[in-house]
């Protein structure tokens, strides 16, 4: 974790059916068990569980990660247009957004930090295969923040994916680090 940050309040948004979710979740898992970080992690869905907006609100900390609600994230990651109209009036000022500049056009005024990333061209140029648009995002967060190593991702990934497919999503993870580090 970047020692300059004892706390990350982030918030996972896009469409339902894109892994935000999924994503989230393997962070936090992360975080607890291969970091010895707090986290605490949870959902909500649209009224579609396909197609309708989804969120994860994730806490990462060195100490207690107490969330009752998380009202002001320092940390927001926008993957559709409707998530990013939605919810990003709610990021701390100061804090850090990023999108994908296939699905978002950044169209309002927000005091932090936006970062656009190619990300969903990256998978697709190298692995052609959308189903892990997540997975490099994931990278591109963990990338950025230091949160948590690639390799404690890893190994929640290892348990939390058929091993038929953990090559692909590695491949992802490792994509999205190189989008930030590259």
Known sequence: MNSMN??????????????VITAAIILAEAAVIYENLTA????AYGAAARGGTSRSDVVISKTDALFPELLQPNVMVCLTQE?????????????????????????KKVAAKQIELPIYKTVMD??????VYNMCMLGTVIGM??????????????????????????????????????
């Open 6 to 19: 004892n706390r990350y309040w982030m918030v996972f948004t896009g469409s339902g059916g894109q892994g």
């Open 40 to 43: 605490v992690q949870s959902q």
């Open 126 to 131: 190298n692995i052609g295969k959308p189903i």
């Open 83 to 107: 998530s990013y109209d939605k919810f990003y009036h709610i990021l701390r000022p100061g804090g850090l957004l990023l999108t994908d500049p296939r699905y978002i056009v950044l169209n």
């Open 145 to 182: 923040l230091k949160i948590v190593r690639l390799e404690s991702i890893l190994k929640v990934l290892k348990e939390r994916v058929p091993l038929k497919f953990f090559d692909i999503n590695k491949q992802a993870l490792e994509l999205g680090v190189g989008l930030v580090d590259g």
